[in-house]
């Protein structure tokens, strides 16, 4: 077994079949042979022209995917392309908007929309878990042979997005957002022990900076490639210049038995060496801004107290405003100006709320907690927070798009008149928040864009459709009990089954 290893590979542009020359040569390194069921998992959390350097693009995925061909000398048994985007759209309209349909006609691979599968229970048992069980979709329970092939990006709640976290995007929605909040570090390495990937190949070649779904294009020419996400996540940090061991998830996965940390400890080979990586990424700007600095001068202004961990909630409402503005200033250049001014408010806050006459204040998720007068009234906020261990992950709830719509609206409509505005949840969904905002602020609401409502809606019923066909058939949406695992389930314990 080759020891954690990472290749840094200059590649000029989006080229398939250079990038599938490179990542041959990857495989090739590394001795890595795919075969039997083979998924690869892309970063489609939201995509199209808008989004252009938020994605794995197409491009690259070819490039992946002719390369696993090229190597799989005795074929495989399936070969999917598997991704559950973000903000409550159909992966079928990211997949669509990314530019994907086109390439997987291209390549023979068939799309795993994660949605629409069935979902399967993988008990967990190492110490440091939040739950003794998760749920995934059937498609990576069952996978011999995994390649996360994510995004280089900077992410508002874990700092990155390199390889690790792109697993959020694993599980769907009601799943995905239970713990998506202060611990989201941990259940991203929690995660880790679900499925562990034979190879990583990571899209650096036009990376994203500074956000996550509206990132900033950065070229950095690089193709990152390995065998170990510890590893690979760890140069990837050094590239940018974070320590890894600050990005929590990437040190507790670590802690976890599933890679080293330390450079000394990982073989870094390719034709860029780490020095000429840092060189290109010099002055590359990552996330992890607190609200109250984010939104400092605009017309939102943002006051955060403690979430019940005790600290800044990191990975739940407070970074998911941040995005929702990021992507309604996409949609509408007019944003800023349209917006009213108006104080939002997260967790428990004792401070002062620097409010005029007529401007609304919204306390977000179920654990913010406020006294104080607003509009002249004495307002009490209950903190409406329920514990993690009475949240049971087979009954969570969830509301799709146009759920989440009518709730909204019915919301607004009952508050319009009043000076606060609670939004309930924990999280509170990105998309419920460009629901909000848009509608406060009147501006363009991405998801009434009239150049996409016919896309989005066709998309969105194909969804509805396949579902409804699963269901009529018998399928039920989860699986209680042992499922079936492929290869790349990582063996009883991660040391046992990871290069350490
Ligand atoms: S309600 Fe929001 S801010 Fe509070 S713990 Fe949950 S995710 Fe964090």
Known sequence: MHPPSVFLAHCEAYDPDVIESIVAGGLERLGLVPRGRVLVKPNVVISGPLFRHAYTRPEFVEGVIGAIKRRATEGVAELLVGERCGITIPTRYAFRQAGYFPMLRETGARAAFFEETRQVEIPLSHGSRLRDTIYVPQPIARADFFVNCPKFKAHPWTTVTFSMKNYIGIQDDRHRLVDHDYALSR???DLQHVIQPQFIAIDAIVAGEGRMLTPLPRELNLIVMGNN????DTVCCHIVGVDPREV?????????????????????????????????????????????????????SAYAGPAPGGDYCWGGCP????????????????????????????????????????EKVVFVGDCTEYEGQVGGQLVRVENLYKNRDLVEVESVAHENIYEKMIKVGKRLAQTRSEPTLRLEGCPVSVAELILVLATLAKSKNPYFDPREILGFNRSYLASQAAVALKRLGGEPYQIKGQAERGDAAPHSSASASIHS
Do not use: T
Request: proline share 3%; net charge negative; glycine share 12%.
């Open 187 to 189: 259940k991203v390495a």
């Open 229 to 232: 996400q510890v590893a690979v």
């Open 248 to 300: 929590d998830h990437i040190r507790l996965a670590h802690e976890d038995g599933f890679g080293p940390i330390d450079l000394e400890r990982i073989a870094i080979g390719g034709d860029v060496s780490l020095d000429a990586a840092r060189e290109r990424a010099q002055g590359y700007e990552v996330g992890l801004v607190r609200v109250e600095k984010y939104f400092d001068g605009c017309r939102l």
């Open 319 to 358: 970074g998911a405003l941040e995005e929702a503005v990021e992507v309604l200033r996409r949609f509408d250049q007019s944003f800023d100006a349209r917006m009213p001014r108006m104080h939002w408010v997260f967790g428990k806050y004792e401070g002062p709320l620097d409010i005029a006459y007529g």
